[in-house]
């Protein structure tokens, strides 16, 4: 049982391995969309603190 478990989650990371390369390039896209929302939320925080007290 415990074979078949690791032989399992071997090629559930195996498959996706291959789906993050076939989608690397729209996921990176999305990260650079993300990326100054993220920025603008961290270097904001202190104001969304003092707003939530």
Known sequence: MRKLRIVLIILG???LITLGYSFGFGAGRIGDYLQPTVG????NQDKYTRIQR
């Open 13 to 15: 990371l195996l498959i």
């Open 40 to 43: 603008y939320l961290v270097t």
